[in-house]
């Protein structure tokens, strides 16, 4: 009779163990496409206010004129 109540027991501890659930349940606010596109908006939202209150003026003292390089050495001429 003891061998056959640990038989039983293991029995449903395999059942519950292999029957294929492999986390917690997912609710279903949380799956599909409307809720992933709305979780982009939202950081496309924060990353634009981020830039925006980041951002940098421009350093007056370049006064946007391009910078002089060296002048180029020909490379593979004989």
Same mark, same amino acid.
Do not use: N, Y
């Given at each position: 009779? =003891?061998?056959?109540?640990? !038989?039983?027991? !293991?029995?449903?501890?395999?059942?519950?163990?292999?029957?294929?659930?492999?986390?917690?349940?997912?609710?279903?606010?949380?799956?599909?496409?409307?809720? /992933?596109?709305?979780?982009?908006? =939202?950081?496309?939202?924060?990353? /634009?206010?981020? =830039? /925006?209150?980041?951002?940098?003026?421009?350093?007056? /003292?370049?006064?946007?004129?391009?910078?002089?390089?060296?002048?180029?050495?020909?490379?593979?001429? =004989?």
């Amino acid at each position: 009779m =003891r061998v056959l109540v640990l !038989f039983v027991l !293991f029995a449903s501890a395999e059942l519950l163990v292999s029957c294929g659930v492999v986390g917690s349940p997912v609710p279903p606010e949380t799956v599909g496409v409307a809720p /992933t596109i709305d979780k982009q908006k =939202r950081q496309h939202a924060l990353e /634009t206010e981020r =830039r /925006t209150a980041d951002s940098v003026e421009p350093d007056p /003292t370049l006064g946007m004129h391009d910078i002089d390089l060296p002048p180029s050495q020909p490379v593979g001429i =004989r």
